[in-house]
């Protein structure tokens, strides 16, 4: 079983949508993190949250402590943001990353 | 600029081989990890180290060893003894002396390929 799904796994945009990628977690957290890994492999950080709303940019980050879900958005897609996003919590013993999987988003001119 | 340095970026291995693999950091950040990156699986921890000279096994220790003798370099060295070591490996670090805490920085990865 996984601490951390995302979803969808794979992701196909026209340039200019609306995405949402979903992230779920079954652990007490301290702190989640979302992630963006480029086709070259190196990842970067782009959120840490631990309750509400965060942006920078286009990009916007949820979560909701309750129900143990997180939601990152992208708005006005281009083709740049293609790149495997990855949600990966800090567990609240502070014992432990957890990373999901990854989405795999590519958006088309 | 600060950040994770990792080499080589690429590296082809023959059986019974160990090869190590550089990280270098230049943010002072106390905590730094090994992860190791599989098709269709999320990072597994592979050592972590907290303070120089000091570092953890994580899930999948095994075949593989690390040092930490200065606070900019966590090298790994995977061992013949890894069964499995075709792999993507990702170094991160984190400013905090707690580890698995506040916000991660990682490296742009190294890709081991066992021939």
């Known amino acids: 079983k996984n601490e951390v799904e995302q979803s969808p796994q794979n992701l196909t945009a026209q340039e200019g949508e609306f995405i949402t990628i979903n992230c779920s977690y079954s652990v007490g957290i301290s702190a989640l993190h979302w992630l963006q890994q480029h086709p070259g492999g190196g990842i970067v950080s782009l959120f840490m949250?631990?309750?509400g709303k965060k942006k920078h940019g286009r990009l916007i980050a949820t979560i909701n402590i309750q129900e143990k879900h997180s939601s990152l958005h992208i708005t006005a897609s281009h083709p740049r943001d293609s790149a495997v996003y990855i949600c990966?919590?800090?567990?609240?013993?502070?014992?432990?990353?957890?990373f999901g999987t990854g989405t795999s988003l590519t958006v088309i001119p | 600029d600060g950040g994770i340095t990792q080499s080589p970026k690429y590296l082809f291995r023959k059986e019974g081989q160990n090869v190590t693999l550089s990280c270098e950091q230049n943010?002072?950040?106390?905590?730094m990890y090994w992860y190791r990156q599989d098709p269709g699986q999320g990072l597994r921890l592979i050592y972590y180290?907290?303070?120089?000279?000091?570092?953890q096994k994580g899930d999948i220790a095994e075949g593989y060893s690390v040092s930490r003798e200065k606070k900019e370099s966590f090298p790994l060295t995977v061992t013949s003894a890894q069964k499995n070591p075709t792999a993507f490996y990702l170094c991160?670090?984190?400013?905090?002396?707690?580890?698995?805490?506040?916000?991660?920085?990682f490296g742009e990865g190294s890709r081991l390929t066992v021939l």
């Open positions: 943010l002072n950040h106390d905590a």
């Open positions: 990966a919590v800090t567990e609240n013993t502070g014992n432990q990353f957890y």
């Open positions: 991160a670090s984190s400013p905090r002396g707690s580890p698995h805490t506040g916000e991660l920085f």
């Open positions: 180290s907290q303070i120089v000279n000091d570092f």
């Open positions: 949250l631990s309750s």
